[in-house]
């Protein structure tokens, strides 16, 4: 640490190397950057750069999330965080995002793919143990689930996916996201038409454009395939959350046109842009240097798009640790204007407070009040871009609330969704950046059918690569892994 | 159940639907030939004949138009007397109710909204009042809505719109009262059907927090009031407010 150093705060971290809980100093120095500084006994002094503006940092992780702890039973603490996941007494935040992991399989290999998977024998979660997982949820949210995220490997290689599909719909959870490389999903039209009408929803990766980049992030030219894939479930109407992963000198240029993208097609419903982490089969040994913080990230989506969404139009989850995840929400121009942040027209707070309760906007008393606040504030205002905003959200009331007849629930979530687009900005943290406060504060757990419930990045740093089913060698805890990638399937076998 | 309405000839604004139609279902049920009016949607319509049918009243009359029109008022009272001789009764039920902040609400949803809402209630009644004058006897029953008080916020020009029946029916009642005819205003609170579906979340959380009985309304409920306040177990009653909406 040099001299001109200031401490913000202290925290526990890893080790690089061993994995082992190391205490860690966040600093900001002379050059207005955050830096994480900790000592390992046995691998020495480590750091890492956390963001490029102290202020901002300050000022983002100032911001105190609603409080809400988890409703399950948990473990006690006996290592410290991250040792004792379950979630453990100490854990300071509900599932808002469960997910659950139902393959081992996956057919790419992605350099930057930040979990082991197994195609040998792969695992593939059986309904039984899957119903299991599903009443655990529901009980645990006291029949408020509203959304479950399964991911893999790749998702749609379960033979039974689509069984798994109905069986949480009919448990009442009304928004069931698969995640999918789209690999499957460009071969056969008729799954697309499946999903749809099962009104499952697709998380579908999407790095870049370039064909170049694509195999330095995916490992293959798969930008033709993702536009064939769009294409499809523009056709079939399934409701699409756009993935780009982003990484410093790679594909953050781009991030404007995905996003714009994303705005245009109108089975996207959202974006969620994670930041590029270093755990799992590739992760761990993609380049270092496209490390991005979530500031970085903000900027270049506030320089790409030309200033159609500026840093300051993202507020942070109230669900979550500040500094894990921000959310843009967008009023969509019907008559083909650029969109509009709500951040143009409501108070940022009274956003965050619409956000309290889940991890998208649903429609919710608070939500309609806040957007009569809004549309009173901007009609009285009566500034030349506030006439834009108010025909906007004129048209969207109008909607909404016909005169003569009432939308029941689902319309008026459909409306909404189609009227109003999020970009979320995720970032998700490994060995490196490791922080027990972000830790405490995550909402996004993978799911067992005993009931456990394991922080993501928790998960993906320590949890994953002792699972046999996930390893053909499971690793003790203790020893770094990754950068041991597995072998796709081609074809629907392995290939050599 | 005895019968209120036995052979009563009755016309009802606003029958395809909600509150209309269990208005026309209950008259039937009260043994009432039943006549009402629809704007747009022929399918609905036609359930409610259906259901009025099934409720005891084999054939209904079923006429479109707008009750803005002071020309489909004038026919459709005219089909009531031509079929049946007479018209007992006229129930002003069709309305319209939008949702909108002051912020938003242009001229054109203001004049909209008065235009069916009250200017309809007057022509129907101009119209149904020719008979029923010569008759000297009859009896209308408008629909207001607990909006036109101060119970809860309520977009301004329903509620304006809904306190002007209320002195609409007020007057009336004064003015015509001497020729035996009465006119009363049904005041439902939130329903279970029609208009209120489409109130904002926020509002009906209001509602139901305010309300003592803490639930909506059943449109039978209200049915079965409308049908006793036509009737003539109701026959000292005019200029009358009664509100049905668990004890705002």
């Known amino acids: ?496 | 159940m005895s019968k209120l309405l036995e052979g009563a000839r009755c016309l009802i604004t606003g029958g395809s639907r909600g509150l209309g139609r269990a208005i026309s279902i209950a008259f039937a049920r009260h043994g009432a030939r039943v006549a009402f009016t629809y704007r747009r949607d022929t399918s609905s319509a036609e359930e409610s004949a259906r259901l009025v049918r099934e409720a005891g009243h084999s054939d209904p009359i079923v006429l479109q138009g707008t009750v803005t029109d002071s020309a489909h008022a004038k026919q459709a009272v005219d089909a009531v007397v031509s079929a049946w001789g007479a018209i007992d009764a006229l129930v002003n039920c069709a309305a319209v109710m939008q949702v909108l902040p002051i912020s938003l609400l242009e001229e054109q949803d203001f004049d909209n909204v008065m235009a069916v809402n009250v200017k309809g209630v007057y022509l129907f009644s101009r119209a149904a009042l020719r008979p029923m004058i010569r008759a000297k006897s009859g009896s209308i029953l408008n629909i207001g809505n607990f909006s036109s008080e101060r119970v809860i916020e309520a977009p301004v020009h329903y509620a304006a719109s809904k306190s002007a029946v209320r002195g609409l029916t007020e007057a009336l009642a004064r003015e015509v009262g001497r020729y035996g005819i009465r006119v009363n205003l049904l005041a439902p609170g939130m329903l279970d059907t029609g208009l209120a579906l489409g109130m904002p979340q926020h509002r009906m959380r209001e509602y139901l927090e305010q309300c003592p009985m803490h639930r909506v309304g059943r449109a039978e409920e209200v049915a079965e009031l409308a049908a006793f306040l036509v009737s003539s177990e109701s026959s000292f009653v005019s200029g009358a407010k009664l509100a049905a909406d668990g004890g705002l």
């Open chain 1, 1 to 496: 640490m040099t001299a001109t150093a200031r401490l913000i705060n202290e925290t526990t971290s890893l080790c690089r190397t061993c994995k082992q809980a190391v205490a860690a100093r966040v600093v900001v120095d002379g050059a207005n950057e955050v830096w994480m500084h900790k000592r390992c006994d046995e691998h020495g002094e480590q750091r890492v750069r956390l963001s490029t503006n102290g202020e901002w940092y300050e000022r983002t992780r100032a911001i105190r999330p609603k409080s809400a702890p988890p409703t399950g039973p948990t473990r006690p603490v006996d290592k410290g965080c991250p040792f004792d996941c379950g979630p453990c007494e100490s854990h300071a935040q509900r599932i808002r995002m469960p997910v659950v992991t139902i393959t081992s399989a996956c057919d790419l290999d992605c350099p930057i793919c930040y979990v082991h998977n197994k195609n040998d024998s792969p695992f593939h979660m059986s309904r039984e143990e899957f119903g299991r997982v599903l009443d655990n949820l529901v009980r645990e949210s006291g029949g408020e689930l509203d959304l479950i995220n399964l991911t893999g490997g790749e998702p749609l290689l379960h033979p039974e996916l689509l069984s798994l599909i109905e069986m949480a719909h009919d448990r009442g959870i009304h928004r069931v996201s698969v995640c999918s490389n789209g690999v499957r999903l460009a071969k056969d039209e008729a799954l697309v038409e499946k999903l749809a009408k099962l009104d499952a929803r697709i998380a579908l990766s999407f790095d870049t454009f370039d064909k170049h980049t694509d195999r330095a992030m995916q490992g293959a030219a798969l930008v033709e395939l993702k536009h064939k894939v769009l294409t499809l479930l523009e056709r079939y109407g399934v409701d699409t959350t756009l993935i780009p992963v982003m990484s410093r000198g790679y594909n953050d240029h781009e991030i404007g046109a995905i996003i714009k993208m994303g705005l245009e097609l109108s089975c996207v419903r959202h974006l969620e842009v994670h930041t590029i982490t270093y755990t799992g089969q590739g992760g761990a040994s993609f380049d270092r240097s496209a490390r991005i913080s979530m500031l970085e990230v903000l900027e270049r989506i506030e320089e790409t798009t030309q200033g159609m969404l500026r840093v300051g139009d993202f507020v942070p989850s109230p669900s979550a640790h500040p500094l894990c995840y921000q959310i843009a929400y967008l009023l969509i121009d019907e008559q083909g204007g650029p969109p509009l942040s709500f951040l143009r027209f409501m108070e940022r707070d009274e956003l965050y407070a619409c956000l309290e309760d889940h991890l998208y906007l649903e429609p919710s008393a608070r939500l309609e009040a806040a957007l009569q606040d809004a549309i009173d504030r901007v009609w009285a205002r009566g500034g030349e871009d506030d006439e834009r905003a108010l025909a906007m959200l004129d048209r969207l009331v109008r909607t909404l609330f016909p005169s003569e007849r009432a939308l029941d629930t689902k319309a008026s979530i459909r409306v909404g969704e189609r009227a109003a687009k999020a970009v979320y900005v995720h970032s998700h943290m490994d060995e490196d950046n490791f922080d027990t406060e972000r830790a405490y504060l995550c909402c996004d757990s993978n799911c067992y059918a005993d009931g456990r419930t394991v922080p993501v990045c928790n998960y993906n740093v320590l949890y994953r690569d002792k699972e046999p089913r996930f390893v053909q060698a499971p690793q003790s805890w203790g020893a770094r892994t990754g950068g041991q990638r597995s072998l796709p399937i081609v074809g629907g076998r392995r290939g050599s």
